[in-house]
């Protein structure tokens, strides 16, 4: 049994520290450059790295912490790992207050994105290690590390140093070394992000299936959002150090909280546009281009609960909510820049209202009445329905204004 | 929200709880084996004293005595010429040696190893073979190394080349072996002949190695003790007009070595002067080395 | 047509290369193998035949080898026994703390480290006569005077440059093995003992082989700290023999010089990739 709860969770970065950084003495941060660039605030204290974050996790669920890079991700995970102070907040592990407790005593076991493994520890030393530091016997070490080698698939390299194996052994073999403590939490930063791309999604189709195997919460950051789309039980996604909605994967996809999560959740991303939100007394409906837009009754409803006036707003509709249409079905008209082959669907770039808009159609349709319509400078009908419009506010938030 | 600002890795905290561990033996032998010395040392070199205990303030006047010291004076110019000289040498040769070992001529690595081998014998027994070997030659002729300037000069050059050539040697080879080969071939595409190739292309990216040894050269000559104390041990000395003596094939080192402990012991609050303009002296070479070096790192 | 001409002379250049790089060669083991003849010459030869070979005449056999160990009012033996001692534990203190100063001046950002830091930059460019003699007083009334102590001052005067090249690699490897380390169960010197030393294993070599060279060769330090009349090391030795000159034995002194090159030669012969590993780390970073 093993709840996580971040209550308030806080971190600064002291000035002196950062400053000094940059001296003979600095050390590299996980993210540091990019924390950098990103538009941290920088108080009286130091440059806050993440302000107030606030979860529950519960026993053996699957979270995900996902943002672009310098939102703080990390930095959370690492002051769950106790490798990075808290500032403020308080750190639950099972109800027990972690603030001050060493690495070593949280119970957690924790996979890196460089491995972090012993260069000069064979495999199977390396899987050892953290089970001889606990004083096992070595008859039950030699037990666990057969056990998670054979569940990794690793059991032929074991007496091979990490120097000898590829990266996705060695992916294995840290992940190996993660789980044979059987820890309470197990946190992995980055994990897939130094493999290529095909072997990226076979691990993660490992990940999933370890994951029934074993008894650990667990606590996932990327910032690929389909690792956290398939992966999580649960995905967070931060940006500049703030938790911008919570959600199961289909929450966070059918009804984004705002104008970064629906930008961020979702490939090829979110289509948006200029439009404009009329209220008819509680009958609502959405104005883009020339065209109008009616919202199905559920969003008219969401609407009308929290009292949304007429106002200027973002519209996004998904590329894959799109349809062609032709004559009175069309809603609006573009001229395609480009049309990208997918294999199973084409991806057609439109230019429309001014903007770039994509489009997928299935190939199936290439055949079909839409087939002149992938070629660059051809005119293009489409249509969408008003179950999958999403409306944003104008404001620097951009609100979901169903939420 | 009062709670103290954390430092942020607190593995870093951990890690100071055992700073007595990690630092403690290393700062104690640092402070009796530098730190307090060399405090100390530039102390006593404003003091008059016989042992450290009785020194008592006098201003520069060590310094004075130090810098109108013909000795010195001599042993400045003596070292001087000995580095600058030395430095020619064994770096042309040095060079010359690395770049025909890079050609891939067969028993490159015997090479290597002999031209190498020299450094890992000690000063002190590299001019007791070198004194045999001239005074071996130099009896032929009635001589020694001990009863001419010109003999010792040259001598102790050779000596140097022989210990250093094979140091700077592997530090050339290093720098060779970082050129790309690819460059090379270029260059040799583009129509440039072998000599063309060398000066143009491999000589301006080995510009690193061949900074590194030319001060590196430098410093050697003029921290050079062992091995002129025992090739010629200053011989032969000059009896000055007024009574004095000059050891003619004496360098700075050496001339402090027997200002301490062979002349008068009055003469230490003199001797640690010249050790302080001395240590100047190092240090600047090192410190314009390192301000070279840090320029090129930023220009790259 | 041109183009065999221009391989056949690039052949050529190659052949006499190597006949000029051959000939400074011998040219370059001369010296040794001086030394080696006249190890076994009568001592009068050595000075007038320096060059020939012994003959039946100036063959003086073994004899000059057993004489060589009492020579100069002093036994040999314990010079090679002084000089080992002081090397051994001189290298091993130094490997072992600066290594685990350099670790946490690396991995702990403050002042008091900065100021280590810089202090050990700052002691590579001062040269010894700077602090010779204030540095032999300390050490007298340190008692740091025999050879079973005078490894803590060499691990004081030659923190420096090991200090610096330790810092050097460990800030090259990255700090999230030593947290998976902290995350496995580590605390802060088994982190540095059991994961971080073994990793620094070829600094430790190059650092040893710089240190080795510099403690067995040195003749200043150890004559101007120890008791001489009680310890000296084979530096010491055979300078003290040159003292005596023209009374000395020169074919016994030769056969001493041989002995004390042989270890020399063979340690160099036996790890001579580390060697010259060592020595360009060393010159590149200093």
Known sequence: MAEVSLRHIKKVYPNSERTSKKGLFGRKKADDGARKASSLRITDEGVLAVPDFNLDIADREFVVFVGPSGCGKSTTLRMVAGLEEITDGELYIDGQLMNDVAPKDRDIAMVFQSYALYPHMTVRDNLAFPLKLRKMDKQAIDARVNEAAETLGITEFLDRKPKALSGGQRQRVAIGRAIVREPKVLLMDEPLSNLDAKLRNQMRAEIIKLRQRINSTFIYVTHDQTEAMTLGDRIVIMKDGEVQQVGTPQEVFEHPSNLFVAGFIGVPQMNFFDAELVRDRDAYSVRVGDAVVVPSAEKQARLAAHDVTSQPITLGIRPEHISLASGDAATLVGTVDVSEMMGSSVHVHLDSLGQDVIVIVPTTEIEGPYQDHFFAGAKVEYTFAGNVIHMFSKDEQGTNLEF | MSKKIGRGNSQTQATRRWAWLFLGPVVAAFTIGFVWPFIQGICLSFCKFRITSDATFVGISNYQAALADPSFQHSFWYTAATAVVSLVLINVFAFAVAYALTQGIRGSNLYRTVFFMPNLIGGIVLGYIWSMIFDGILSHYDTSILLETKYGFWGLIILMCWQQIGYMMIIYIAGLQAVPEDMIEAAKIDGATKWQTLFRVIIPNVMPSITICTFLSLTNGFKLFDQNLALTGGLPYLIQPDGSTINTTEMLALNIYNTFYNSSTAARGTAQAKAVIFFVLVAGLGLAQLAYTRKREVQQ | ?286
């Open chain 3, 1 to 286: 047509m041109d183009k065999q001409q221009t391989l056949a002379a690039e052949r050529r250049n190659k052949a006499i290369l190597s006949v000029v790089l051959a000939a400074i060669c011998i040219l370059w083991v001369l010296p040794v193998v001086a030394v080696v003849i006249n190890s076994f010459k009568l001592n009068t030869f050595v000075k007038t035949d320096t060059f020939a070979l012994p003959t039946s005449e100036s063959w003086a056999g073994m004899a000059n080898f057993v004489k060589g160990m009492t020579f100069g009012n002093y036994p040999f033996k314990s010079s090679v026994l002084y000089s080992v001692v002081i090397t051994v534990l001189s290298t091993g203190l130094i490997l072992v703390f600066c290594s685990m100063a350099a670790w946490y001046i690396a991995r702990v950002d403050s002042l008091f480290c900065k100021a280590i830091y810089f202090l050990c930059v700052f002691s590579m460019v001062v040269p010894f006569q700077m602090v010779m003699f204030t540095l032999s007083k300390t050490a007298d009334v340190l008692k740091l005077n025999t050879p079973w102590t005078i490894p803590i001052v060499y691990l004081g005067f030659g923190a420096g440059l090991a200090i610096f090249m330790f810092v050097g690699f460990v800030k090259s490897i990255p700090l999230e093995i030593e947290e998976a380390a902290a995350i496995d169960g580590c605390g802060p010197v088994r982190t540095f003992f059991s994961v971080v030393l073994p990793m620094l294993k070829p600094t430790l070599i190059s650092v040893g082989i710089l240190e080795i060279m510099w403690v067995w060769n040195d003749y200043l330090l150890p004559v101007l700290v120890l008791d001489i009349n009680k310890y000296r090391t084979i530096p010491i030795h055979i300078q003290y023999l040159k003292g005596s000159y023209g009374t000395v034995d020169l074919g016994a002194t030769m056969a001493l010089i041989l002995l004390s090159i042989i270890p020399v030669i063979i340690f160099y012969l036996a790890c001579q990739k580390h060697i010259i590993k060592g020595v360009a780390a060393g010159a590149v970073k200093g």
